[in-house]
Structures are given as C-alpha cells and as structure tokens.
C-alpha cells in the first residue's frame, strides 16, 4: 500500500479530478485538523515571517490555508511527483505564488532543507510507519531528519491518527520534549472515552 507507485497513483488521480473539476481532493483529518493547528500558531503569537516546512504536503491545501492566515515563509514537501505537480496546480489557482513546493524524500532530505522554525505532519509519519519494509527503521530515520531540518527551539506539530499521546513521546523521545496536546475529536466505545486523532506539539531541544 505505501510503495512509491500506490501515493503516485492517487495523486494522478486528484491531480486529473482537479483539472476536470478544479476540486483538489480530500483534506486528511478534515478542516478541523488545519484550524486546530493555525489557531495554535495564532495563540502563541508565533511571528508570521517563520519559515514553515509541510512534511508530505499531498495537495498542498494546508499551505494554502496558511498563507491565507497571513503566514509568508511557507514550503511544501512530497515524494510523490504527482502530488507536488497537483499542490502546484492548487497554488495557482487560489493565486499563492510564494509557496515553495518540491519533490523530496524526508527519510533522505537534500541539504537545503534545514533551519526551519516549524515542521507540520498530518498524517506523514503514519504512513511512514506503516510501511511493510523495515517501518521501525524508517520511523528512526524520520526523527533522525527531524533533528537535521528543524532548528533548535523550533516547534513541530504532529497529527496522527495511527499513534497515542504515550508512544508519539516515546517515538521522539531523542531530541524533542512535549510542549502541548491539542484537543481533538473524542469517541466513546464500550464505555470508554478515547481519542481517535492525537495531535501534539513538541519543542526541539
């Protein structure tokens, strides 16, 4: 499910739906997702200069949204062609020219990608855990490049819907402390109360 192949067929797919019908697809986590973490970036003042990276930015509509909340200093990363050539596409469209966007792979970042002030996930790090070859190892290099493209002090924003609060710690334990947890949706099964999404802010020492 998580080759290369399968991300770019899907991204083919929203890429050709977007510019048949100009719908850029589906937004992971929902709306509420990006509002959780913009309203969070808002309360705590954080300067609207700050270089902010999109770790698998897919369609790119978080930056978007990012842009429109004022934010300037703004990129987008994906492995997937496709997925770039649509959040490209997405870009233009909603006329947001100062979005840097390109093709990487985060478990092996080129050199330039470093110092950033915030790193944002949303669903990036599940897929990467996930992974059928060597997830274990790939979750290690994930927090390995973490450490390279975040400056220190920086802010990283996690949504996850595949980790709790308790193994996303444990997962970046090396190098990151816990600033925050932001409330999410919350369910109920068989009597107990449980949180379907955990989304996490951490600090880089």
């Not at 930056?63 to 997925?83: C, F, Q, R």
């Not at 100062?98 to 669903?123: Q, T």
């Amino acid at each position: 499910l998580f080759s290369n192949f399968s991300w770019d067929a899907a991204y083919e797919r929203e890429l050709q739906t977007f510019q048949d019908i100009g719908d850029a697809g589906e937004i992971w986590f929902g709306e509420e997702s990006m509002v959780r973490i913009i309203t969070w970036l808002e309360k705590h003042k954080v300067p609207l200069d700050s270089s902010v990276l999109d770790i698998g930015t897919g369609n790119g509509v978080f930056l978007v949204e990012l842009a429109k909340s004022g934010y300037t200093n703004l990129t987008g990363i994906d492995y997937s062609p496709s997925a770039i050539q649509l959040s490209e596409k997405v870009r233009e469209k909603e006329g947001m020219p100062n979005i840097k966007l390109r093709v990487e792979d985060f478990l092996a970042p080129s050199a330039e990608l470093s110092g950033f002030d915030i790193c944002l996930d949303k669903g990036t790090f599940d897929a990467i855990s996930l992974d059928p070859s060597d997830a274990a190892g790939k979750r290690k290099l994930y927090v390995g490049s973490l450490c390279r493209v975040l400056k220190p002090e920086g802010f990283f924003l996690i949504t996850s819907c595949n980790w709790t609060k308790k193994e996303l710690l444990n997962e970046f334990r090396e190098g990151f402390e816990i600033l925050e947890e932001l409330p999410t949706p919350k369910f109920c099964f068989g009597g107990r109360i449980g949180n379907s999404v955990t989304a996490l802010v951490f600090q880089r020492k």
